[in-house]
């Protein structure tokens, strides 16, 4: 019983520290989106124009006109052809890939602006901070290498146009 009741006295007697609240939340660092849901949700905006350059792909390179291939291929043509919706093949194609580049840049990406305190040197600074979180970054750069494409497809076509 002394032992408790030592153990209870010093409870009693433990002081509290205590805490500025202007200080607490010095590295408190909040993500903007949630890294698993961002990247769950680029996979699903990136499937669509992966899926069409692989159809490209295989329509060209290797002559597969019949099934899935050449059904999408002819579903680009014919989005394109209607006057009323041929700004859905642009949409699908840049805009997605574009939409994933910045969802999953916010996820990964984390800003902090560190105002002068007591303890501190009287300049303000600005961190951002990048977390490694692979699917993220796979996702920003399949997008980027889809839009490159795009582009580059577009470019290479005005090209031959004009000349």
Not at 24 to 36: L, R
Not at 46 to 62: A, N, S
Not at 84 to 95: A, S
Not at 102 to 121: D, M
Request: glycine residues 4%; proline residues 6%.
């Amino acid at each position: 019983m002394k032992d408790k009741e030592d153990f209870l006295k010093q409870m009693e007697n433990l002081k509290v520290p205590e805490m500025d609240p202007g200080e607490h939340p010095e590295m408190v660092k909040m993500a903007i989106m949630n890294a698993e849901r961002s990247a769950a949700l680029g996979v699903w905006l990136i499937v669509v124009p992966c899926y069409f350059l692989l159809c490209v792909f295989m329509y060209y390179f290797f002559h597969i006109h019949t099934g899935w291939f050449g059904a999408m291929f002819k579903l680009m043509e014919s989005l394109e052809k209607t006057p009323g919706i041929d700004f859905l093949g642009p949409i699908i194609l840049v805009v997605l890939p574009v939409i994933c580049i910045i969802i999953n840049a916010l996820a990964i990406t984390h800003v902090q602006v560190q105002k002068p305190g007591p303890q501190q040197s009287k300049v303000r600074e600005f961190r951002i901070t990048i977390k490694i979180k692979i699917w993220n970054i796979l996702l920003i750069l399949l997008s980027l290498a889809v839009v490159c494409t795009f582009i580059a497809y577009v470019m290479t076509e005005n090209i031959s146009i004009k000349n």
